[in-house]
């Protein structure tokens, strides 16, 4: 049985590693282990507990490889499984945990599976473990329902013999029959073959998506924009009850190991729900989207904060807390918005951004973030700085969003872009020189590469750097204290345990530092004790 003392999940800092977009071994211009193992002494240095892999599985890609069509191999592009277990066992040897991104509410359409289901045939076996419909009207050429895909358009695609699929999100990912006993257990032995492999946990895709409502009914949406399914009370496939037996057994399988497996769940779920998920026989964090789409204010933060706590310390889970991601703007540019949360792609994409202003924020942002209590998550390149690449040029765009959405929303390849590592032109040492990158890279990133930051000692990575540094050595950050103290309108001031202090200013007034305090770190310049506006500090109490 899994040893319960094992907590390392409830404080880890997790290193979200986009495979695709990381580092280039082999000068393809995409991402791949042999580049993972190259660098995994800067993530050791970086100073994190961990690394979650992005999907790495064969797949055509037609989602990032969130379409994947084989569960228990690599992506020939990024390597192979003897490659992947030395990279498990390096990444160990270096004290780096190593979590995995699974995707079990749909498969690739290139999936063995699926390509039975088409060949068998409607009424066939094969067809009972996706969602095989016939369509509505005379001759079934209406789709079944009135569902949309997240991508944009109807969750339904007919196929030549005249049923329809379902899939919420590319037509390329044919959503699993989570009826079928049989997906049960393919998924129960794909979750062994990896632990059996070393992996210490898993990140799940779509973890509210899974149960669908057998019958299947209308929405009565015109519009389908929103991942949750906000507004509507029994939902017939957003955060049904039935996905927590699914998690029920995968818990039970992930304690049937010795040491400590863990799952973090990807659920967009309406207030008060993801508690739920994180039941003590259920996952054991997940994300919080909550606070990534929070804007950068005083008040709306300290309502998530609050909220994000007490309601999961009702199942005695612990908050996690991410600024960025590989689906979301990057926080610099959002935060040198007018408006700094995130709303929808259409409201969000491209508003005017200052840059300095952003990155003055997104170092104060770092700091809130690593100074709460429970665990946090670090997207590939914020340690770095970066920005959305806005101005990719349409040719270039992969995201199915663009394309679904009749170009109308970019999508997300702008946080996608491969991240600079070296030298002053690309492929600024993500690939061999001469390499092309999958995404071109910005001309400018010269001065943001690991090498440059290196040597800036008022870079962001010397502030993360910094600042998991006394994350792992001031004690107080062990224990999962938390408690507001009184401050200004527009700041954020918060005590952990034994006498650290985590200070934010995001008012237009500089903020007065409590008296016999020392500053162990600042995001910016402090004045005479005066902390300046978009700027947090950690001090300790003399
Ligand atoms: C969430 C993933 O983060 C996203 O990249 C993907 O497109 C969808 N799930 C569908 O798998």
């Known amino acids: 049985m899994s040893n319960a003392t094992d907590n390392w999940w409830r404080s880890a800092v997790i290193y979200q590693v986009y495979i695709r977009s990381f580092a280039d071994g082999d000068g393809d211009g995409t991402g791949d282990i042999a580049g993972l193992r190259s660098r995994l002494p800067y993530l050791a240095e970086l100073g ?44 160990h040897a270096l004290g780096l945990r190593v979590i995995l991104d699974i995707v079990p509410n749909h498969t690739s359409d290139q999936h063995l599976w699926f390509q039975q289901a088409l060949a068998a045939g409607p009424g066939s076996p094969e067809r009972e473990r996706y969602l095989f419909r016939d369509g509505r009207g005379e001759d079934g050429s209406l789709p079944p329902n ?21 899939h919420l999100f590319a037509p390329e990912q044919p959503d699993l029959n989570w009826d079928h006993p049989a997906v049960h257990a393919e998924f129960d032995d794909v979750l062994h073959f990896w632990f059996d492999l070393g992996v210490d946990g898993f990140r799940i895709d779509v973890a509210h998506g899974m149960a669908k409502d057998p019958a299947l009914p209308d929405l009565g949406l015109t519009e389908f924009s929103v991942l949750t399914g906000e507004g509507q009370d029994d939902h017939p496939h957003w955060d049904r009850d ?32 993801l508690a739920h998920y994180l039941r003590n026989d259920e996952l054991h964090t997940a994300f919080n989207f909550d606070f990534l789409k929070c804007p950068l204010e005083a008040g709306p933060l300290r309502e998530v ?15 996690t807390w991410v600024l960025s991601n590989h689906d979301e703007t990057r926080h610099v540019t959002r935060y040198g918005r007018a408006y700094t949360g995130v709303r929808s792609a259409l409201l969000d994409q491209g508003a005017p951004s200052d840059r300095a202003l952003g990155t003055r924020r997104a170092r104060a942002a770092a700091l809130l973030m690593l100074a709460l209590p429970g665990g946090a998550y670090i997207y590939q390149g914020e340690e770095l700085g970066l920005y959305e690449v806005e101005d990719l040029p349409e040719a270039a765009l992969q995201d199915p969003t663009w394309e679904r959405s009749r170009h109308t929303v970019r999508g997300r390849d702008g946080c996608r872009v491969p991240i600079p590592w070296s030298g002053t032109t690309p492929p600024f040492g993500f690939g061999p020189p001469g390499s092309v990158p999958w995404l071109p890279q910005p001309k400018d990133w010269t001065s943001y590469t690991a090498e440059a930051a290196s040597a800036d000692p008022a870079s962001m990575l010397q502030l993360y750097r910094a600042a998991l540094r006394l994350r792992r050595a001031v004690p107080a950050f062990t224990g999962e204290a938390f408690r507001w103290l009184d401050s200004p309108h527009g700041t954020l001031v918060f005590e952990r345990g034994a006498g650290l202090l985590c200070a934010v200013n995001l008012s237009d007034q500089p903020l007065p530092l409590p008296d016999a305090c020392q500053v162990l770190l600042a995001s910016g310049p402090v004045g005479d004790r005066l902390l300046p506006t978009d700027t947090a500090a950690w001090l300790q109490r003399n």
Do not use: C
């Open 48 to 91: 994190v507990d961990a690394i979650w892999i992005n999907p790495w599985y064969p797949s055509p890609l037609a989602d990032g490889g969130y379409d994947v069509s084989d569960y228990r191999d690599i992506h020939p592009t990024y390597g192979t499984l003897a490659e992947a277990e030395k990279m498990i066992a390096e990444a």
């Open 146 to 166: 009135d569902w949309h895909a997240a991508f944009g358009g109807p969750a339904w695609t007919r196929v030549p013999d005249g049923q329809w699929y379902l």
């Open 242 to 273: 039935g996905v927590h037996d699914i998690f029920r057994r995968w818990r039970a399988i992930a304690d049937g190991y010795p040491d400590r497996r863990v799952f973090v769940a990807e659920a967009h779920v309406r207030p008060g729900r």
């Open 305 to 319: 904060i609050d909220r994000s706590i007490t309601d999961l310390a009702a199942v005695g889970a612990p908050p």
